[in-house]
């Protein structure tokens, strides 16, 4: 009897196909570099450069902001590499190819020069955006029309992001304390090279899918970009909406934006860009049904971009928590952990949780409770909301015994996982059911610059979550320190240019003069260091006016000194300053997303209920 020998793509393993592990295995390792690199990008960034582990020596709104763009174009570059896979190179192509930009950058990242630092930033927004939207439509190609296992070959592949993502944040987190952040950035790179080589390993398990669109066969029912633009440019209503928000566009980041103004005349055309588009989607749809549910559509989107708003916190604002103010030492086992390692529980409690979440939402449709789609997105932003109110606590803890404990941040996170496994599966479903079948590639492409938006949301508050600065310049010569700094650390930080703090207490005096303070000797230090910008000290003075700063209520303030351009350049960092303004940020997330997310349950109910009342009066 013969035995037919099947062709490797078609073989399984456990049930399913053997490419889908290959996906998983090229997926998981590919979150192990992004995510890795992620953990340790933000505190890199802000690293003294002439500390024991330097970085970029940036000041916290700089990293910020930075961390809100990149991650924001991450996203943002996914429509286009959806696109050049759709239409030109293929799904699996474009993966490659994204893959290859990924080894590229996260290797660029481990070289020490500075060039390295954008450069490589810029290959892993081209790889990310390459192989992120490409490589979860090969899983979907896996399987025939109704298999019954799609769903759970997409849950297995859940499974290796977050893996990789949880393994990512704690070794890369580890290798960067221990032996340098390029060499963290350096096993990123690591990691991406193993994917792609499980990825080239397994193409004969990929034949069948992702290949190069068949210029020959009959297109798709889908608009094409380009019919978009042009039906955009010959409605006048559209246009003259377009001309304006472009005019808009150039008028805010000109008159109101101190930095980044270009960057933000690029951002505001595209966002008119994309309003554009909606007017002119909105404006093809046929009949009253589509165009409700596009307006609910649009509803998910802002919903998509207050979730992420808040919840991408955790990579900028939360991690630099984590390392500056977040008491991590482990009595039990002598060990303080890495700021970076918190990035880890996200991943690990989607991965414990992820399941009984599920469950609970099929046991509330099998009692007759079933939550719509709006309101199961509704509730995990305001659950992820709540769990800001563990670090309003960690802001306090802080203050009263200057510094957080370590479960306030194990907590949030937790809160956060929770939205999020109710809010972001359940909208990526809902898009997919409710776009337009013809509309269906650029609804997706928007649910991803929704997602962008939100990140980039996520880093302008937590920039506005850092106090300005005010710089100094350091006079004293190393005699004048001896006293400040102890003895046989002196000579290594002289010797070395390191980077050093003089802890102080800051008041005004009955002269009105402010006056710094040494913690230690309470010998006044005034003279040791030079306001760098003229009407400097008067803007520290109005600052502390509100707090009534005197010798019997002092406020520790730090002067952290880095060595640059052969000189110390340092700054006036008031403890009490940041404490309150970091206090405020948790607490207006909170109020903001609680009360969002109130509003669209409230909303949604009373669209409901108007629409019973319509059809009953109909009848």
């Known amino acids: 009897m013969e035995t037919t020998i099947k062709p490797a793509y078609q073989k399984e393993l456990f049930g399913h196909p053997a490419g889908l592990y290959i996906l998983f295995f090229t997926e998981l390792w590919e979150r192990f570099s992004y995510y890795g690199m992620r953990a340790i990008l933000t505190l890199y960034m802000l690293a003294k450069v002439s500390s024991d582990n330097p970085g970029l020596g940036w000041e916290e709104g700089k990293a910020l902001a930075t961390y809100g763009w990149y991650t924001m174009l991450v996203y943002v570059v996914s429509i286009p590499g959806g696109i050049i896979a759709d239409k030109i190179l293929g799904q699996k192509m474009s993966v490659m190819i994204g893959g290859w930009f990924l080894v590229a950058g996260h290797g660029v990242l481990s070289i020490e020069q500075d060039w390295a630092f954008f450069s490589g930033l810029l290959l892993i927004v081209l790889g990310v955006g390459m192989l992120k939207p490409n490589i979860s439509t090969m899983v979907g190609g896996l399987y025939k029309e109704g298999d019954a296992r799609r769903d759970k070959g997409f849950s297995i592949f859940y499974i290796g992001i977050n893996v990789g993502a949880a393994i990512a944040a704690i070794l890369v987190g580890l290798v960067a304390k221990e032996y340098g952040w390029h060499y963290g950035f350096g096993l990123a790179a690591i990691g991406m090279v193993i994917g792609q080589l499980v990825y080239i390993y397994g193409q004969k398990y990929l034949t069948h899918v992702g290949n190069k669109p068949d210029p020959d066969s009959t297109e798709e029912a889908s608009v094409s970009i380009k019919e978009i633009f042009q039906r955009m440019l010959s409605t006048k209503k559209s246009l003259i909406v377009l001309i304006l928000l472009l005019a808009i ?65 955790a990579g900028g604002l939360l991690n630099i928590y984590a390392q500056q103010k977040t008491d991590r030492f482990l009595p039990v086992f002598d060990y303080t952990v890495p700021a970076a390692f918190f990035q880890s529980l996200n991943p690990t409690y989607i991965i414990l949780f992820g399941i009984p979440v599920a469950l609970f939402w099929a046991w509330m449709k099998r009692r007759g409770k079933e939550a719509s789609s709006i309101f199961k997105m509704a509730i995990g932003v305001i659950i992820m909301g709540l769990g800001f109110f563990f670090m309003v606590f960690a802001t306090l803890d802080y203050q009263a015994n200057g510094e957080a404990a370590i479960y306030w941040l194990i907590f949030a996170y937790l809160l956060h996982t929770i939205g999020e496994l109710s809010a972001s599966p359940v909208a990526l479903s809902f898009i997919t059911k409710l776009a337009p079948l013809r509309y269906g590639a650029l609804m997706m492409g928007l649910y991803f610059a929704a997602t962008g938006l939100g990140n980039k949301v996520a880093g302008i508050i937590g920039e506005s979550s850092r106090a300005e600065s005010i710089t100094v310049v350091l006079k004293a010569d190393q005699d004048q320190l001896m006293r400040f700094v102890p003895n046989h650390e002196t000579d290594s930080i002289f010797q070395k240019n390191k980077a050093f703090t003089l802890e102080t207490q800051l008041y005004k005096n009955a002269s009105d003069e402010v006056i710094f303070e040494e913690v230690n000797t309470d010998e006044k230090i005034n003279s040791l260091f030079a306001f760098e910008e003229e009407g400097s000290k008067s803007e520290l003075m109005d600052r502390i006016e509100p707090y009534e700063a005197s010798v019997d209520d002092k406020l520790l303030t730090y002067l952290k000194f880095d060595y640059k351009d052969g000189r110390y350049v340092g700054r006036v960092d008031v403890d009490q300053f940041q404490t309150d303004l970091e206090f405020k940020t948790f607490m207006g997330i909170i109020i903001f997303t609680v009360a969002f997310g109130v509003l669209v349950i409230l909303g949604s109910s009373l669209i409901q209920l108007l629409y019973v009342y319509l059809d009953y009066e109909h009848r």
Not at 277 to 299: A, C, Q, S, W
Not at 305 to 310: D, L, P, Q
């Open 249 to 313: 566009s150039f008028v805010i980041p000109l008159q109101f934006m101190e930095s980044e103004v270009t960057a933000y005349i690029v951002f505001f055309i595209f966002l008119s860009v994309v309003v554009g588009f909606m007017m002119t989607v909105y404006e093809d749809l046929n009949g009253n049904v589509e165009k409700d549910r596009f307006i609910v559509l649009l509803l998910s989107f802002l919903i998509v971009i207050v979730f992420w708003g808040a919840f991408e916190q």
